[in-house]
């Protein structure tokens, strides 16, 4: 009796491990954190001096002694240590311990933990995540692929014969997947996605106006003007941006439309559908035609980037449909596998005991 009361105070989550941000699942009460993926640390001590959405914050204003590190790359952990830190803040945190500003785990049974990995990730780059887990406290650990979880989250029929087409463009990488039966038929991960966005915007700045920006400040454009498709139904609309005149080294503020700003993304873009195209042309014919009929599915937070869903209409001629709330569409599939064992004994790519 004393056991089955404890179990009820250990929470099983689903994580989606995000290279931008990080969702917190916890089975039964649905999505308890959204933070960003930073940790500010002391440089020299390693001592974690803030997380989430307090360390990004910090981002480009640090002290010399101070650094904000985004502990994933790409998709993949890049500072293990901090990964592991930051992961066993956000399980602590969802247990609600009266105990604060402690980054021990609590007293209490260690929940089980379903993580959405890229697909094109390395056995290597797989077992980091697992392990990370682990240390963090999670008493197992799974893994499922984020293009499978985006799907489960579309609440798309990926049981059935039928082949469903997934793209879930995040902040590190891209993954599209065509899926039948259960399992990915066809898969292409991409370490190109919002990151990369954000590049093209400050490059661009750099090389027509010499003007030096910040990773903010392009996000910040980036989300307001930014579009892949040019807007006929309003008129053209404008931004301030403020940065650095590389020439004199003085502040200097650059008024730019939403049409350089598509000019400055095209490239990502197009490499995006590019990769769109080749898993088609790779895609079974009987799956295409179940793809041309049902559409392709955006999922992640690149799919709410303006007019995207109509540029990839246009160059591949298949009907595309945002999924809803596509920034938890594979946190949601996470959660999903946790409520229904079966379907996550078919669709993980691993799983492990502490």
């Not at 392990?131 to 893994?143: I, K, W």
């Not at 049409?259 to 769109?276: D, F, G, N």
Request: aromatic share 4%.
């Amino acid at each position: 009796m004393f056991d089955k009361i404890w179990q009820l105070f250990a929470h099983d989550v689903g994580i989606d491990l995000g290279t931008v941000n990080t969702l917190v699942l916890v089975k039964g009460k649905g999505i308890l954190i959204r933070e960003p993926t930073v940790v500010a640390l002391h440089k020299k001590t390693r001592q974690i001096l803030a997380i989430g959405s307090e360390a990004k914050r910090m981002v480009g204003r640090t002290p010399a002694a101070i650094e904000a590190v985004r502990p994933l790359r790409d998709g993949v952990i890049s500072d293990f240590d901090t990964c592991e830190a930051m992961l066993r803040y956000f399980i602590h945190k969802v247990h609600q311990t009266p105990s604060k500003g402690s980054f021990s785990m609590p007293k209490i049974p260690k929940p089980r933990v379903v993580v959405g990995i890229p697909s094109g990730v390395t056995e290597v780059e797989r077992r980091a995540v697992q392990d990370a887990c682990l240390s963090a406290g999670a008493r197992e650990a799974f893994l499922i692929e984020e293009p499978m979880a985006a799907a489960i989250g579309s609440k798309l029929p990926i049981e059935n014969p039928e082949g469903v087409m997934i793209v879930d463009i995040g902040g590190g990488t891209t993954e599209i997947a065509v899926i039948s039966l259960g399992g990915m038929v066809i898969s292409k991960s991409l370490r190109i996605a919002g990151d990369e966005l954000d590049e093209d915007i400050i490059s661009y700045m750099r090389t027509r106006y010499g003007l030096l920006i910040g990773e903010k400040t392009a996000e910040d454009v980036k989300i307001e003007i930014g579009s892949a498709f040019p807007i006929t139904d309003k008129e053209e609309i404008f931004s301030v941006i403020r940065g650095r005149d590389l020439a004199t080294g003085l502040p200097k503020s650059i008024k730019v439309g939403a049409a350089e700003i598509r000019e400055a993304l095209s490239p990502t873009i197009t490499q995006i559908i590019q990769a769109i195209q080749e898993v088609l042309e790779e895609t079974p014919p009987e799956l295409l035609t179940d793809i041309v009929e049902r559409g392709i599915y955006l999922a992640g937070g690149g799919a709410l980037l303006g007019g995207l869903d109509k540029r990839i209409a246009e160059e591949t001629k298949i009907p595309v449909y945002v999924s809803d709330d596509p920034l938890t569409t594979v946190v949601r599939g996470c959660g999903e596998v946790l409520n229904n064992l079966d379907l996550l004994a078919k669709v993980r790519v691993t799983g492990g005991l502490r």
